[in-house]
């Protein structure tokens, strides 16, 4: 559907920024207004990372006049893959610092606005009144569905992304005028269901294609051009390069955008993901050990069996020494229990110890009552008792 533009323009571009944006002011549908429409809206990308990465980049580009950024994370070297707005000189450096040196270095004539913070229910709804777009690049559920409530409850539209491996989603979610992101997912998905980036990894190149469709989107948005993805789901496969649309329809029972609105303020956002799952922390509970005291346990040979949860990819990087590699969908599937040994505790580890746990928690429904896990997982291990090893 066609929407009006949302921000008015600007009283004038100067002779430096006609030069610059020539290339967008002979488009007929873009042209002198809707470059002045750029140049007076103030957006917020939502993260610095895979994502944020490409949109702060060419919505600076763009020329849009107010550059907001959200992020509370350090550049490290795994980013470098796919998060192109930051070098090898900005490794350990604030990314929003980072990040804001590349949108100068692009366009000197942006204002940015760096909001060193994690954004949660307490600085929200202040942050984002601030800004007429939102431009989500985050990637865990908790602060997705924190993103959509808020800007529903100060009716703001948002450009949503998402990533993972070979694919990818986009959509504009603006409960004014369609659904919002409960109406397409309405409940998150159970802890552990959906790996991370982090853990599943992404094609770097992947966010380039998802944030430049993020900020085509936003720019349609706020000049009134074209049609925006109000009410259509783009999903992206790149190894079969297809694209193709699926229509969301408004919920008018979604809880937060509905006719009659369960959510009507925010919630707490970790709770209701739940990044683990109930049976998982009260398996830990008493069962977590450190990497010291499974290196101890190494040292002193214990009667243990050391069980590497992750996937095969992950195991060829880096590793625990002595721990054999038992998948955890093996578990989760029933097929592992049988090879346990009686004779040996067993001591579970992934890469931070969420997956761990939820394997944990099968061990001990098994009849595993001595089983434990390693808290932090390989990272912890490498972090503090192999330092010259990789992590990823």
Same mark, same amino acid.
Request: aromatic share 6%; with cysteine.
């Given at each position: 559907?066609?929407?009006?533009?949302?921000?008015?323009?600007?009283?004038e571009?100067?002779?430096?920024?006609?030069?610059?944006?020539?290339?967008?002011?002979?488009?007929?549908?873009?042209?002198?207004?809707?470059?002045?429409?750029?140049?007076?809206?103030?957006?917020?990308?939502?993260?610095?990372?895979?994502?944020?990465?490409?949109?702060?980049?060419?919505?600076?580009?763009?020329?849009?006049?107010?550059?907001?950024?959200?992020?509370?994370?350090?550049?490290?070297?795994?980013?470098?893959?796919?998060?192109?707005?930051?070098s090898?000189?900005?490794?350990?450096?604030?990314?929003? *610092?980072?990040?804001?040196?590349?949108?100068?270095?692009?366009?000197?004539?942006?204002?940015?606005?760096?909001?060193?913070?994690?954004?949660?229910?307490?600085?929200?709804?202040?942050?984002?009144?601030?800004?007429?777009?939102?431009?989500?690049?985050?990637?865990?559920?908790?602060?997705?569905?924190?993103?959509?409530?808020a800007?529903?409850?100060?009716?703001?539209?948002?450009?949503?992304?998402?990533?993972?491996?070979?694919?990818?989603?986009?959509? *504009?979610?603006?409960?004014?005028?369609?659904?919002?992101?409960?109406?397409?997912?309405?409940?998150?998905p159970?802890?552990?269901?959906?790996?991370?980036?982090?853990?599943?990894?992404?094609?770097?190149?992947?966010?380039?294609?998802?944030?430049?469709?993020?900020?085509?989107?936003?720019?349609?948005v706020?000049?009134?051009?074209?049609?925006?993805?109000?009410?259509?789901?783009?999903?992206?496969?790149?190894?079969?390069?297809?694209?193709?649309?699926?229509?969301?329809?408004?919920d008018?029972?979604?809880?937060?955008?509905?006719?009659?609105?369960?959510?009507?303020?925010?919630?707490?956002?970790?709770?209701?993901?739940?990044?683990?799952s109930?049976?998982?922390?009260?398996?830990?509970?008493?069962?977590?050990i450190?990497?010291?005291?499974?290196?101890?346990?190494?040292?002193?040979?214990?009667?243990?069996?050391?069980?590497?949860?992750?996937?095969?990819?992950e195991?060829?990087?880096?590793?625990?020494?002595?721990?054999?590699?038992?998948?955890k969908?093996?578990?989760l599937?029933?097929?592992?229990?049988?090879?346990?040994?009686?004779?040996?505790?067993?001591?579970?580890?992934?890469?931070t110890?969420?997956?761990?746990?939820?394997?944990?928690?099968?061990?001990?429904?098994?009849?595993?009552?001595?089983?434990?896990?390693?808290?932090?997982?390989?990272?912890?291990?490498?972090?503090?008792?192999?330092?010259?090893?990789?992590?990823?």
């Amino acid at each position: 559907m066609s929407l009006p533009p949302l921000v008015e323009p600007a009283a004038e571009l100067t002779v430096d920024e006609v030069r610059r944006y020539s290339r967008h002011l002979i488009i007929p549908d873009v042209g002198m207004d809707g470059q002045k429409r750029l140049k007076n809206a103030k957006v917020l990308c939502v993260g610095a990372g895979g994502l944020g990465s490409p949109a702060l980049m060419y919505l600076a580009a763009a020329g849009v006049g107010t550059l907001g950024i959200v992020e509370f994370d350090e550049v490290d070297e795994s980013n470098l893959q796919r998060q192109i707005i930051h070098s090898q000189a900005d490794i350990g450096k604030s990314k929003a *610092v980072s990040a804001k040196e590349t949108v100068l270095g692009i366009n000197p004539y942006v204002q940015v606005e760096v909001h060193e913070e994690r954004l949660d229910s307490s600085n929200v709804m202040e942050l984002f009144a601030r800004y007429d777009l939102i431009v989500d690049g985050t990637d865990n559920f908790a602060t997705r569905y924190l993103v959509n409530d808020a800007c529903v409850l100060l009716n703001k539209p948002y450009v949503w992304g998402s990533i993972y491996r070979f694919d990818g989603q986009a959509s *504009v979610f603006w409960s004014e005028h369609g659904p919002c992101y409960r109406c397409l997912y309405p409940e998150p998905p159970p802890p552990g269901m959906v790996p991370s980036c982090a853990e599943g990894g992404v094609l770097g190149v992947l966010c380039a294609s998802i944030g430049s469709i993020q900020v085509t989107e936003a720019i349609k948005v706020l000049t009134g051009t074209g049609e925006p993805l109000v009410g259509r789901l783009m999903i992206y496969d790149a190894l079969e390069m297809t694209y193709r649309q699926v229509k969301v329809r408004k919920d008018p029972d979604c809880a937060v955008c509905g006719e009659s609105p369960t959510v009507t303020e925010l919630i707490d956002y970790e709770a209701f993901c739940g990044v683990v799952s109930d049976e998982a922390q009260a398996a830990a509970a008493g069962s977590t050990i450190t990497p010291a005291q499974l290196k101890e346990w190494i040292d002193a040979d214990e009667k243990i069996d050391i069980i590497d949860v992750r996937e095969p990819n992950e195991y060829e990087i880096v590793s625990i020494p002595g721990a054999r590699l038992v998948p955890k969908n093996e578990f989760l599937m029933g097929n592992a229990l049988s090879g346990l040994p009686q004779d040996r505790r067993i001591v579970l580890h992934c890469k931070t110890g969420v997956r761990s746990a939820e394997v944990l928690a099968v061990l001990k429904n098994a009849g595993f009552a001595d089983a434990v896990h390693v808290g932090g997982g390989v990272i912890g291990w490498v972090n503090q008792i192999e330092p010259q090893k990789p992590v990823y």
